[in-house]
Nanobody, 120 residues
């Protein structure tokens, strides 16, 4: 079993920044991709960002390109999401994901979610 522990959510004003972190633990395979999704009330789940184990290739959802940056610390099994220039429409619950599939909005494992609220 794998556990994903998220931290860093909170309330921020429009234009501000937040960093989310997610630590993976448990029965981890030798290599795995990690990523983030989000879901706002009344809306569908949305892909935010992912980072591959091999080569560290990153991908971003269109809504966050140029504002969010995903990174990982391999030795600590941790992934970070630096969110800059936040907008009220970024308000959502953010979920860490292990082996995400952004085409089908699925993942092998999910975190419990952390709330991000951006006030206007």
């Amino acid at each position: 079993q794998v556990h994903l522990g998220e931290s860093g959510g909170g309330l921020v004003q429009s234009g501000g920044s937040l960093q989310l972190s997610c630590a993976a633990s448990g029965s981890l395979s030798l290599n795995y991709d990690m990523g983030w999704f989000r879901q706002a009330p009344g809306k569908e789940r949305e892909f935010v960002a992912s980072i591959a184990w091999l080569g560290g290739r990153t991908e971003y959802g269109d809504a966050v390109k140029g504002r969010f940056t995903i990174s990982r610390e391999y030795g600590k099994n941790t992934v970070h999401l630096q969110m800059n220039s936040l907008k009220p429409e970024d308000t959502a619950i953010y979920y860490c994901a292990l082996n995400p599939n952004h085409y089908y909005l699925r993942a092998e494992y999910w975190g419990q979610g952390t709330q991000v609220t951006v006030s206007s």
